[in-house]
């Protein structure tokens, strides 16, 4: 792997994300067309609280490739983005595209919940998140009561 690419890594361990997005910056002017790169000064803008930035670079390293995994990390990265800066239709869609890509991400999952719920979709978001909720716990409180959950996740406003 890239020398300057493992010293992004270590400063962002560091959290001196400053120094991680420079060397971003360097690596990126050599090679823009780098789809690991564009996906990484993403990930540099958002340690930094710049989400505007970090967009063009997120949809540049998908529409250029990604591996699998980085491909779902930066759909994700990308979603949760848009949902942060008020772009809720366009998270949805993202969203419900990286679901297509990746049907068992549970954190994709999370992030379209909420982006349901600035939606104002609140009853399939909950839906969603209880969903998520009883297919990754781990505690028998709650997994006892599983199949109930899993039959009120999308009825919470009936009665009976």
Known sequence: MNDLLMKVFTYR????????????????NKEPDHAIFQYQMAWCYDN?????????HYEKAIQLGLPPKDLEGAYLGLGSTYRSIGRYVEAQNLLEEALLLFPDSE???VFYSMTLYNLKQYEKAMAVLLNTLV?????????????AIVFYSDKLNQTW
């Open 13 to 28: 361990k560091a959290r001196r994300f400053e120094d991680a997005k420079n060397v971003m910056k360097t690596l990126i």
């Open 48 to 56: 930094l609280g710049l989400e505007t930035e970090a967009v063009p």
């Open 107 to 109: 954190q994709i999952k």
């Open 135 to 147: 297919e990754t716990t781990s505690d028998e409180s709650i997994l006892q009561y599983k199949e």
